[in-house]
C-alpha cells in the first residue's frame, strides 16, 4: 500500500491566487512526521514545511501553511498569493517513527503551474 | 541549514561502466542518504550511509550495483556500477543534521544518462 498519496498529478493556479495540493498518508505509528519539498526544474528539493503527529497547530511558514487533518490522515499544503516562481514540483513526503536519522518516504508528486 | 555540493552535476556515459558520485557537506552530520528519482518520478531511497559502518541498502538495491563509502562525517560517494539506459536518473545525497525534526537538506542532484 502506498504511503504516501498524492492524488492531483498537475495543478494550475492564476498568481496572486491560493492553491491546495492534496496529501494522504497511511501509517500505524502514532509519532510521525511530515514535509512538503519543492523541486524547480532545476532539481534540487528545497524543504518548505513541517507538520509533527503530536502538534496541535498547523504548521505556517510565510505564505505556506500545512492543513493537518489526523484523523482522515491528511497533510495539505496551501500556498497563499501564488507567484510565478511557485512553479515546480511539489512532494509530500513521511517520516514514521519519533525523529531520530529516520528515512524519508515520498509521494508522487503534483507539478503546479502558476500563469500570469 | 547544512550547504551540500554534489560533483558532477551531470554526465553522460555509456552502458556497462561505472560512475562515482561525490557528496561533500559543510558540516558534520552523522546521516547521510542516497536516493535516485527516474524521469518524471518521484524520489526512491537507495541506501542510508553513516560514517564508520556499511551502508543500509533499501529493497530492490544491492551494495555490488550501488556501493557507498562514508570515510567521514563530511563526505559520502555512491558508485553506479555496470551502468544501463535503465540506470538514467537523478541522484541525490540528503542529509539530516539531527538538530531538527528529521527533515532532510538536499544537494543539487547529479543527473545521469547512459546510452
Known amino acids: 500500500a502506498q504511503k504516501i498519496t498524492q492524488t492531483q498529478p498537475g495543478m494550475f493556479v492564476q498568481e496572486k491566487e491560493a492553491v491546495t495540493l492534496d496529501c494522504t498518508y497511511d501509517t500505524s505509528d502514532q509519532s510521525y512526521g511530515l514535509f512538503w519539498y519543492k523541486q524547480p526544474s532545476s532539481g534540487e528539493m528545497i524543504f518548505l514545511i513541517y507538520?509533527?503527529?503530536?502538534?496541535?497547530q498547523n504548521a505556517t511558514e510565510g505564505r505556506y501553511s500545512l492543513n493537518f487533518q489526523k484523523a482522515r490522515k491528511s497533510a495539505n499544503l496551501v500556498i497563499s498569493a501564488s507567484q510565478l516562481g511557485d512553479s515546480a514540483m511539489y512532494f509530500c513526503a513521511m517520516r514514521e517513527g519519533p525523529t531520530g536519522f529516520q528515512k524519508l518516504v515520498f509521494g508522487t508528486g503534483t507539478r503546479l503551474l502558476v500563469s500570469p | 541549514s547544512a550547504v551540500i555540493s554534489q560533483k558532477p552535476s551531470r554526465d553522460i556515459c555509456q552502458r556497462g561502466t561505472s560512475l562515482t558520485i561525490q557528496c561533500q557537506v559543510d558540516?558534520?552530520?552523522?546521516?547521510m542518504f542516497w536516493y535516485r528519482q527516474q524521469p518524471g518520478q518521484s524520489l526512491t531511497l537507495i541506501a542510508t550511509?553513516?560514517?564508520?559502518?556499511?551502508?543500509?541498502?533499501e529493497s530492490g538495491f544491492v551494495i555490488d550495483k550501488f556501493p557507498i563509502s562514508r570515510p567521514n562525517l563530511t563526505f559520502s560517494t555512491l558508485t553506479v556500477s555496470n551502468m544501463s539506459p535503465e540506470d538514467s536518473s537523478i541522484y541525490l545525497c540528503?542529509?539530516?543534521?539531527?538538530?531538527?525534526?528529521?527533515?532532510?537538506?538536499f544537494g543539487p542532484g547529479t543527473r545521469l544518462t547512459v546510452l
Open positions: 558540516s558534520q552530520v552523522t546521516m
Open positions: 550511509a553513516n560514517q564508520g559502518s556499511e551502508a543500509t541498502y
Open positions: 507538520q509533527g503527529s503530536y502538534d496541535e
Open positions: 540528503s542529509v539530516d543534521q539531527g538538530a531538527g525534526f528529521g527533515e532532510q537538506f
